[in-house]
């Protein structure tokens, strides 16, 4: 019916600033002629090669303001603006903010539940702000397992309350906990690549010796 995953555990970078499209235009493979604040992108980092190196989330928060979601991607791209030289600052809160997923055919009415309104105008990749208990969060609009879902993005500090509080409310429409084996799985159906699971980062090249 529908599950409650945690990906807290990736790492988030912010990235501000009046060059902060133009840095990531420079690593990844998207095109972003057409990004509205309040929408994501499944963005793709390669080196020079073409060789992936990451893949992610990434969010326009504002103008000027972005929130990238990922694995191994993260890093080099932190490690990446280092090296150059653009007009915008760079944050990393991995430990900041929690992610949670609510996915499956119930995940709609569970969040509604939860957040005590309809989030039915929210598309495909948007997202708004909503608030949990007073508390302000992110809801994106995102269906990992080829069902309708969605991200909750939030401070750290009430993770543990809102977890419990869609665990308490998701009761009646059989919500579980998604587990580590189960995890990938979701990915593959949806046919989204999981690192290390269907793709090796090319981190480990021969360019990116400096990196490493």
Known sequence: TCYIGDWSPLAKLLISGPDALRFLSDFTVNGYARFDIGQAKHIIMCNDQGQIMGEGILMRLAEDRFLVTSGPGVPWLHYQFERGSYDASIQAISADQ?????????????????????????????????????????????????????ELHGPAEHGVAIYNRFLEAGAKWGIRRLGGRSKPVNHVEACFPTPSVDYIPAIFGEDQKDYL
């Open 98 to 150: 929690f992610i949670f997923q609510i996915q499956g055919p119930n995940a709609l009415f569970v969040v509604e539940d939860v957040v005590r309104e309809s989030v039915r105008d929210i598309g495909f990749m948007r997202f708004r702000r909503a608030t949990i208990d007073g508390v302000g969060v992110d809801v994106l609009r995102q269906g990992m397992a080829g069902e309708i879902g969605y």
